[in-house]
């Protein structure tokens, strides 16, 4: 998540706040927004809400097609936000 700050426009990312500032460059944070766990992924979305960079962020994930993670506050799969990420398993054989 280091680069996301080299990839944006560079008159955004000097009115931004500084990187440590900024929930993913968190280094105890990082790991929340690429995780496998849909509770981590709905946590890693809730410390992106105050982000300055959120939109931007997003742009930029869904311009490059990010293939998962965490971006600009929403989750992304195969290139395209998704609502939440359902957890790994079987699906249920009878819709409930």
Not at 12 to 31: G, K, S, V, Y
Not at 58 to 85: F, S, T, Y
Request: aromatic letters at 4%; glycine letters at 8%.
């Amino acid at each position: 998540m280091t680069d996301v700050l080299i990839r944006l426009d560079p008159a955004t990312r000097d009115a931004a706040a500084p990187p440590a500032e900024l929930p993913c460059q968190n280094a105890a944070a990082a790991d929340l927004f690429f995780s496998e766990a849909p509770a981590d992924l709905e946590h890693a979305k809730t410390l992106c809400t105050g982000c300055p960079l959120q939109r931007e962020c997003l742009d930029g994930a869904l311009a490059r097609r990010e293939p998962w993670g965490v971006w600009g506050g929403a989750i992304l799969h195969a290139g395209e936000v998704i609502a939440r990420k359902r957890p790994r398993g079987r699906p249920r054989k009878n819709a409930a």
